[in-house]
């Protein structure tokens, strides 16, 4: 539903969902908060990245919940060297509010910065 949503307000930013979890394997404690992550992260991405895709996977892999978003970069002019600097730099601080969550939540947090896309994983064990 988000997703749909999503594309609609967005139109120029494609979502492709990967989500294999049955809704029942996944805490209650853990559905909002994975809510909220995709939420904020997918606004943030819509507002500072040039982005024309994000791709999300919501999967169950042995004994864990895991959740991956990424984004690509629209086909553009190259950024100067001073903004990729830039980019490299804030992309942790961007998404902050993902890793606070997923912290605070008991799970694990990586991100990856990459010349103009971003991956951001968060897991959690059960």
């Given at each position: ?50 982005t ?64 103009g ?10």
């Open positions: 539903w988000f997703c749909r949503e999503f594309e609609q307000f967005h139109e120029k930013i494609s979502i492709e969902s990967n989500i294999s979890i049955a809704e029942e394997i996944i805490p209650v404690h853990l559905k909002i908060v994975i809510y909220r992550i995709i939420e904020s992260t997918f606004k943030n991405i819509a507002a500072h990245s040039n024309d895709r994000i791709g999300l996977a919501l999967q169950q892999t042995d004994n864990k919940i895991e959740l991956r978003i990424g984004d690509t970069p629209a086909q553009t002019s190259l950024l100067s060297c001073a903004t990729k600097i830039g980019q490299v730099l804030n992309h942790q601080f961007r998404f902050a509010e993902m890793k606070e969550r997923t912290l605070l939540s008991g799970g694990a947090f990586s991100s990856r910065y990459n010349t896309w971003v991956m951001l994983h968060a897991s959690w064990a059960y």
